[in-house]
Nanobody, 125 residues
Framework: QLQLAESGGGLVQPGESLRLSCATG???????TGWFRQAPGKEREGVSC????????NYADSVKGRFTISRDTAKNTVYLQMNSLEPEDTAVYYC???????????????????WGQGTQVTVSS
């Protein structure tokens, strides 16, 4: 049973950066790690995902060029570097583990069976 733990959220001003971490607590090679976010009153949306074995990545259009997902296989940790943050990025961010790689997309939340508890990111001046 995988247990995921996100960290790194906080309150920042527009234009600043944060790096989120997702510690998986287990070996996840061959699986996909995704980052999702959910803002108040909105549906959960996929942000980015990474193929844990090969490092392939995908991003939502809204974060392309600003966010970077990466992994440290030795530490079983996936990171989400978020630059040029905007108020619209305010949300609870979740990491999740799924068993499939979907190629040019991340798959919906139903494709991920393991979830962390979430970390709050607030972008406000």
């Amino acid at each position: 049973q995988l247990q995921l733990a996100e960290s790194g959220g906080g309150l920042v001003q527009p234009g600043e950066s944060l790096r989120l971490s997702c510690a998986t607590g287990g070996f996840t090679s061959g699986r996909t790690t995704g980052w999702f976010r959910q803002a108040p009153g909105k549906e959960r949306e996929g942000v980015s995902c990474i193929n844990n074995k090969y490092g392939y990545t995908n991003y939502a259009d809204s974060v392309k060029g600003r966010f970077t997902i990466s992994r440290d296989t030795a530490k079983n940790t996936v990171y989400l570097q978020m630059n040029s943050l905007e108020p619209e990025d305010t949300a609870v961010y979740y990491c999740a583990i799924g068993n499939r790689w979907y190629g040019d997309r991340c798959g919906g939340s139903e494709a991920y069976g393991y979830w962390g508890q979430g970390t709050q990111v607030t972008v406000s001046s």
